[in-house]
């Protein structure tokens, strides 16, 4: 119990886990740092109402269309990539979570989530897609490659120089294109 205890404690993962109602029955120190709240704020509280009560466009989550509700009721084990989890405060943080039924003797006794925190990764996906659509209108020709030399995209400038369609340019070596 105590390895158990300490493997939770030492995560950077967010780890809680629930009853068969979805009530909170455990949470590791993660938890509390990425959401704000204390264990005793959260311990025997309804997971669902009290922080993945809404959806990321702020629409409100209906219990029932739950991963983590499917997890507890269902046995249905889930893997989700781009949810969000509430605040105490209530921001929301965006997260990568996995829930797991809890099985005893072959018997739902409730779930475990883990859960990431990937607002570093949305805030980099944000960047690129800033970044591609910059490309995408440049007026100059712009082809990126492999560092062997094989075009692994090309701008609409490029086509419209060129007369080569990003499929027949894609995967070529520049040198065997001719203009």
């Given at each position: ?9 030492s995560?950077?993962e ?27 704020e ?17 629409s ?7 991963p ?5 009721k ?17 921001t929301?943080?965006?997260v990568e979570?996995?829930?797991m ?13 883990s859960?990431?925190?990937i ?16 490309l ?10 492999t ?6 995209w ?16 894609v ?8 203009s």
């Amino acid at each position: 119990e105590e390895r158990t205890r300490l493997i939770l404690d030492s995560s950077a993962e967010g780890i809680f886990g629930t009853d068969t109602e979805g009530q909170i029955t455990f949470v590791n120190p993660a938890v509390c740092r990425m959401l704000g709240f204390t264990a005793e704020e959260l311990i025997g509280k309804p997971s669902h109402a009290t922080f993945h009560h809404h959806r990321p466009d702020g629409s409100e989550y209906p219990m029932e269309e739950c991963p983590m509700f499917a997890a507890y009721k269902s046995g249905q084990a889930s893997r989700v990539d781009d949810e969000v989890l509430w605040r105490k405060d209530g921001t929301g943080v965006p997260v990568e979570y996995g829930a797991m039924p809890i099985l005893k003797d072959g018997v739902i006794v409730g779930s475990v989530v883990s859960f990431t925190d990937i607002t570093e990764r949305k805030r980099a996906e944000e960047e690129l897609l800033t970044q591609h659509s910059a490309l995408e209108s440049a007026a100059n020709a712009i082809v990126i490659t492999t560092n062997k030399g094989i075009i692994q995209w090309v701008n609409p400038a490029f086509t419209k120089l060129t007369g080569y369609t990003r499929e027949e340019a894609v995967g070529q070596n520049p040198r065997v294109l001719k203009s």
